[in-house]
């Protein structure tokens, strides 16, 4: 019996010894519970919050990455307004890319839009402060079509780069200019005259971008326009003039009727512009002879030669412009009188087609349209290749003027670091009290 007390006393003598020990636990149980539960009420509100305002506020940096932004311009040395980014232009290319219509408008996106400089001048610096960099926020106060404020965002930056890059940072040409005019009409020269149209059309766009960009290639896409610029070429200069030989060789025609009127009608309005040019002709020759007339004796000087022989010569006078504008109008007129005799030749082509004995003009129709379909399908796949080329090349444009940070949410993302400290904290209370339960239940036992 006295050994059963013994044992007794002993045993809670030791658990009061555990508690007491420097490794023991002086927050009771229940305690610790709060704690542990209050702590994981206040991450779980973080992280609620957190994820709250990135949906209703998000913020970037934009950097302007070329030369003439320390100036304050555009690549294109114009004066850069970065308050463009509120603007129609911009906000209706969100609104439309991204299937906004209906949902929200210009006026209602322009204000939830804020645009100030990333940096401040120095107050002791005297000179005009200039603004490389830019930080450009959203708030969203709610959901526009399902969008986050950081979706809006960066909807918005894109629309801005690509704005940015079409006005300022390269030259005002574009693919759009490259309209597919083929269906104006089916007759087989008016279809060659609108492809060699389009052909000269691509290959002006081509050589101005290799001057621009130093003939940009996209080795993914294995194109480059240098290389649009020589297919073009010979398209034109090789299957466009085949098909031209084989039409006016054989005075094909789908519709001569249609073709002769056409070419009738233009071989008078070349006609109209000859008869002009060779009247502006006419008078500069009769301004030239009255003048001659009326002048000769006020302007002719005695002069000597490097031979020291003596002549009269004529000063410089409003006769040499006259003579110098005569010459070029006539070049003019050459020209169009080339043009006449083509269109008359052209005209009679229509009226005799299908004229020559033992031609069979179903089966030369026939194969002018296959080369006609020929030539078309590779104009168009030219043209798509180029449209492809243009917006890598755009594209490199844009990373290579403009850069954006990444997306910033303000307060937590400064405090997420701390979020982090607590979680850790949170999971060691936990694990200590995990712990200590264990040794006493095994004591206990």
Request: charge should be negative; glycine fraction near 8%.
């Amino acid at each position: 019996m006295a050994s059963t007390e013994k044992s007794g006393t002993e045993t809670v003598k030791a658990k009061a010894a555990h508690k007491a020990a420097p490794g023991g636990s002086f927050v009771p149980k229940r305690n610790r519970i709060i704690i542990v539960c209050l702590l994981i009420a206040a991450v779980a509100a973080l992280v609620v919050g957190h994820f709250a305002v990135r949906r209703y506020e998000a913020y970037v940096t934009m950097s302007l990455n070329y030369d003439q932004a320390s100036d304050g311009l555009t690549p294109i040395s114009t004066r850069l307004n970065m308050f463009e980014i509120r603007t129609a232009p911009v906000l209706e290319r969100v609104i439309s890319d991204h299937g906004l219509e209906g949902k929200t408008s210009v006026g209602e996106l322009s204000e939830r839009v804020s645009v100030q400089a990333a940096s401040k001048p120095d107050s002791t610096d005297g000179d005009v402060f200039i603004s490389t960099a830019y930080r450009i926020g959203f708030k969203g106060y709610g959901r526009i079509g399902g969008n986050t404020a950081g979706q809006m965002l960066d909807y918005l930056c894109d629309a801005y780069k690509n704005y940015f890059i079409s006005e300022y940072a390269v030259n005002k040409i574009g693919t759009g200019g490259l309209h597919d005019v083929l269906e104006f009409s089916d007759e087989y020269f008016m279809r060659y005259e609108l492809l060699l149209l389009k052909l000269n059309q691509i290959n002006r766009y081509a050589e101005v971008r290799v001057k621009e960009s130093g003939d940009f290639a996209d080795t993914d896409l294995g194109l480059s326009f240098s290389g649009i610029r020589e297919r073009a070429k010979d398209l034109r200069d090789y299957d466009l003039y085949n098909l031209l030989s084989f039409i006016e060789s054989n005075g094909v025609s789908l519709r001569p009727g249609e073709l002769s009127g056409m070419m009738t009608y233009r071989y008078r309005l070349q006609k109209a512009e000859y008869d002009r040019i060779m009247a502006h002709y006419r008078i500069d020759n009769e301004g030239i002879s009255i003048y001659e007339k009326a002048m000769t004796a006020i302007y002719m000087i005695p002069t000597i030669d490097e031979q020291s022989r003596y002549y009269m010569s004529m000063t410089r006078s409003a006769m040499n412009d006259l003579g110098e504008d005569a010459d070029v109008q006539l070049s003019h007129a050459m020209d169009m009188l080339g043009e006449m005799q083509y269109t008359r030749y052209i005209i009679n082509i229509a009226q005799n087609a299908g004229s020559n004995p033992g031609s069979d003009s179903t089966a030369l129709k026939r194969r002018a349209g296959e080369l006609l379909d020929n030539l078309v399908q590779k104009t168009d796949k030219l043209s798509s290749d180029l449209e492809m080329i243009d917006k890598a090349y755009l594209s490199s444009l844009a990373d290579r003027y403009l850069s954006f940070s990444k997306p910033e949410y303000p307060l937590f993302d400064k405090i997420t670091p701390v979020i982090a400290v607590i979680l850790v904290a949170a999971a060691g209370i936990v694990f200590i009290a995990s712990r200590e339960k264990k040794d006493e239940g095994g004591r206990e036992s």
